[in-house]
């Protein structure tokens, strides 16, 4: 505990040894910009406010099993490239809530997601899912990697107002939760396993192209889920859809035609509407 507390001369912390960081061992270390930690066969624990109020600090690398109490990296609103081997939250939780510990930012702030607005790079080896409001609001997200999902899930805002994400590389899911990828930057999304599209998962984004030709699971598509979507190109729908929700593809300019299913049952209000290619 506090054991290199405002060390204002330590810019990098390397390991491949340690096993525990106790609570504010490194705070205030103002001219901290790195933290390095190596060795994937072996556990870490981060104390509360282990690495609080480094404002240099820009990149954090942590290879083992990383388990944490509290805020490890408090404040640390400059972090631009974060890379764990698993990120544990706490509980499901509501997006927007200050009390949830699903977001990412819990594990720099409390509440107030919007603030770890640096992030560029994010890399997670392992999650159950990827719960609600994980990444919402953090603007300057410019890619994610997630090499292992247990439950192939992106839940509701999971990545919301990242107006920068292009670069998506995650496993294949079966579900794409409420405004889950809104007002994103991809282009691509890799739909041959979805189950459940969910309202405005895509709306406002820069989606190109969803693959949804060898679906043979996907029954649902919400409320506007690829609404303003200005250059999506003309989905194949899958024959096992069943229903299409209200102003599922309006505004969607670059559509030039659409065929529907045969077993279709429910198509909503103006699900096409303001379609100008069509």
Sequence with gaps: ENAFYNCGLLEEVRSSTLTSIGPSAF??????????????????????????????????????????????????YGVEELSLNNYQYRADGTAGDPDSYSALSALFTYGNFGMVSSLKTLHIGYMDCIPA?????????????IDRLVSPVVGDYAF??????????????????????????????????LVYIGGYAFSDSALKEISLEENK??????????????????????????????????????????????????????????????
Excluded: H
Aim: hydrophobic share 35%; proline share 4%.
């Design 27 to 76: 705070m205030d270390c103002d001219s901290l910009k790195a933290v390095e930690i190596s060795g994937e066969n072996r556990d870490l624990f981060l104390g509360d406010q282990a690495f609080s109020l480094c404002s240099s600090l820009r990149r954090v690398n942590i290879s083992p099993f990383t388990d944490y109490v509290g805020i490890p990296f408090d404040s640390c």
């Design 160 to 193: 919301m107002r990242c107006f920068n994400l292009r670069d998506l590389d995650i496993p294949a899911v079966t579900e794409v939760g409420e405004a889950a990828f809104q007002s994103t930057d991809i282009e691509t999304f890799d739909g041959s396993g």
């Design 133 to 145: 409001g994980f990444c919402m609001d953090f603007s300057s997200l410019e890619s994610v990697t």
């Design 217 to 278: 699971t996907l029954t649902e598509i919400g409320d506007g889920a690829f609404m303003n979507c200005r250059t999506l190109g003309s989905p194949v729908l899958p024959g096992c859809l069943k229903n299409i929700g209200d102003r599922a593809f309006a505004d969607c300019w670059m559509i030039g035609s659409v065929q529907i299913p045969s077993g279709i049952e429910y198509i909503g209000y103006g699900v096409f509407e303001g379609c100008e290619g069509l």
